[in-house]
């Protein structure tokens, strides 16, 4: 005689019918919700740099003087934290969202001089601090978006909309 244990899981039956009710419609309605999930945090970026804050929120470190006269002298937009970054837009403006299957990357793509331009101020040099601008900003709550635009997709697909 064999001991035997049974052990039943309650509400199973009901999960295993909303799964199959998914059926292929993840594949089909994901990318695109991952695709807007990539441009949330692209557009969370660029906005961070215009607001001229770092992706934890705080301040960019301010210009060195000798930074803002030769900005100034060229006669770029304003000076202080509101033109940290941003002296032509170029940096900034190759910040986008790519997916390819199911594969979400984002990316700084432009001319070589604005990526190079962009890495020294993520990581910092010897002469000028670290600015970090490349990343996902908590203070704009882009991961809380993301998430929610997949519950209700969900919740939609489950509820047979």
């Not at 301040?59 to 770029?76: D, H, I, N, V």
């Not at 940096?91 to 199911?102: D, N, P, T």
Request: net charge positive; glycine share 10%; charged share 30%.
């Amino acid at each position: 005689m064999s001991d035997c244990v049974n052990i039943q899981i309650v509400g199973l039956r009901r999960l295993e019918k909303k799964l199959q009710k998914l059926g292929t419609a993840p594949r089909r309605e994901f990318p695109p919700l991952l695709l807007k999930g990539g441009q949330l945090v692209a557009n969370s970026i660029v906005r961070g740099v215009m607001e001229g804050r770092d992706v934890d929120g705080h301040k960019f470190k301010k210009l060195s003087p000798k930074t803002e006269k030769a900005k100034t002298r060229k006669g770029y937009r304003g000076t202080g934290v509101s033109s940290i970054l941003q002296q032509s837009g170029r940096m900034i403006q190759g910040v986008m969202a790519h997916l390819e299957r199911w594969d979400l990357a984002i990316v700084h793509e432009s001319d070589i001089l604005a990526q190079e331009y962009g890495m020294y101020h993520q990581r910092g040099t010897r002469r000028m601090p670290q600015r970090k601008w490349f990343g996902i900003r908590k203070y704009h709550n882009v991961e809380e978006n993301i998430q929610r635009m997949f519950n209700d997709k969900i919740k939609e697909i489950l509820n047979g909309g």
